[in-house]
């Protein structure tokens, strides 16, 4: 495997722009546990489900895995930036799961294994790769789904009719975001001080993953951005603009797709 590094260094862009657009508010952090609640609520309801093999696709520093770590018996966490993977190797030992976890420092397109998961998370990684790997990367991780499995996705959302790029970084202390092209997005995946961020567009994505096996079975965005919460003034965003589907194509900066083999 080529040595791959993830382009923002230890979050720092990441942290930044939420400091920037966010001001820790704390909308941030509970609009993502409302999606890992409905992961939840859905296997809890799945007939069949089993709560054997968890795969984390794309652990980045661990950060979620403390969020399945009591509920599986087997984890298993696959990360390809090599600093990020000392980091979730750090993060198992802390949370205790070393025992029954395994992790390797290898990217999602390229891992294999025998085994096959009841549940993959695929968590905001999409969005950084090349564009032409996204969906030799999903297709790896049907093959690796259980029969009865399930694929939890989370990445960037388009609120245009079709996909769009973006380049964040500092200039002079300062968060920047630029819209680029597909192709400039396509150099930036390897390389550093730029983060590139590819919007999916949310049926162009549906149909795509289809196109592969993969059907969704739920689709919410989240994240709805500062400024459309101050100008929508409602006080349970999250469930508003997910109350309609001309309402979810206008708001969300992210989306969750639920996914079973079709």
């Given at each position: 495997?080529?040595?791959?590094?993830?382009?923002?260094?230890?979050?720092?862009?990441?942290?930044?722009?939420?400091?920037?657009?966010?001001?820790?508010?704390?909308?941030?952090?509970?609009?993502?546990?409302?999606?890992?609640n409905?992961?939840?609520?859905?296997?809890?309801n799945?007939?069949?489900?089993?709560?054997?093999?968890?795969?984390?696709?794309?652990?980045?520093?661990?950060?979620?895995?403390?969020v399945?770590?009591?509920?599986?018996?087997?984890?298993?966490?696959?990360?390809?930036?090599?600093?990020?993977?000392?980091?979730?190797?750090?993060?198992?030992?802390?949370?205790?799961?070393?025992?029954?976890?395994?992790?390797?420092?290898?990217?999602?397109?390229?891992?294999?294994?025998?085994?096959?998961?009841?549940?993959?998370?695929?968590?905001?990684?999409?969005?950084?790769?090349?564009?032409?790997?996204?969906?030799?990367?999903?297709?790896?991780?049907?093959?690796?789904?259980?029969?009865?499995?399930?694929?939890?996705?989370?990445?960037?959302?388009?609120?245009?009719?079709?996909?769009?790029?973006?380049?964040?970084?500092?200039?002079?202390?300062?968060?920047?975001?630029?819209?680029?092209?597909?192709?400039?997005?396509?150099?930036?995946?390897?390389?550093?001080?730029?983060?590139?961020?590819?919007?999916?567009?949310?049926?162009?994505?549906?149909?795509d993953?289809?196109?592969?096996?993969?059907?969704?079975?739920?689709?919410?965005?989240?994240?709805?951005?500062?400024?459309?919460?101050?100008?929508?003034?409602?006080?349970?965003?999250?469930?508003?603009?997910?109350s309609?589907?001309?309402?979810?194509?206008?708001?969300g900066?992210?989306?969750?797709?639920l996914?079973?083999?079709?």
């Amino acid at each position: 495997m080529q040595q791959y590094h993830y382009p923002d260094f230890d979050d720092i862009l990441t942290i930044k722009f939420l400091d920037k657009f966010e001001k820790n508010d704390p909308y941030w952090k509970e609009s993502e546990r409302v999606i890992i609640n409905r992961i939840f609520y859905y296997v809890n309801n799945k007939p069949g489900f089993c709560f054997s093999n968890y795969l984390d696709a794309g652990c980045g520093r661990g950060r979620l895995l403390w969020v399945f770590r009591k509920h599986f018996k087997s984890i298993t966490a696959i990360e390809p930036d090599v600093n990020r993977f000392s980091d979730s190797m750090k993060m198992s030992a802390e949370y205790g799961i070393k025992e029954k976890s395994e992790l390797i420092n290898i990217s999602a397109e390229e891992f294999r294994s025998e085994e096959r998961f009841d549940l993959i998370f695929c968590s905001h990684v999409i969005q950084h790769i090349h564009t032409g790997t996204v969906f030799p990367l999903m297709e790896n991780l049907r093959n690796h789904l259980s029969d009865n499995g399930v694929i939890a996705l989370t990445t960037c959302h388009s609120t245009d009719d079709n996909d769009r790029y973006g380049s964040n970084y500092m200039d002079n202390g300062t968060p920047v975001m630029d819209s680029i092209s597909r192709e400039e997005f396509d150099t930036l995946v390897n390389g550093r001080s730029k983060l590139p961020v590819h919007y999916f567009n949310a049926d162009r994505l549906i149909s795509d993953l289809a196109a592969i096996g993969l059907k969704t079975v739920d689709f919410r965005v989240f994240h709805v951005s500062r400024e459309d919460r101050d100008m929508l003034q409602k006080p349970d965003i999250d469930d508003y603009v997910n109350s309609a589907p001309a309402l979810q194509k206008q708001h969300g900066v992210d989306m969750f797709l639920l996914l079973e083999k079709a």
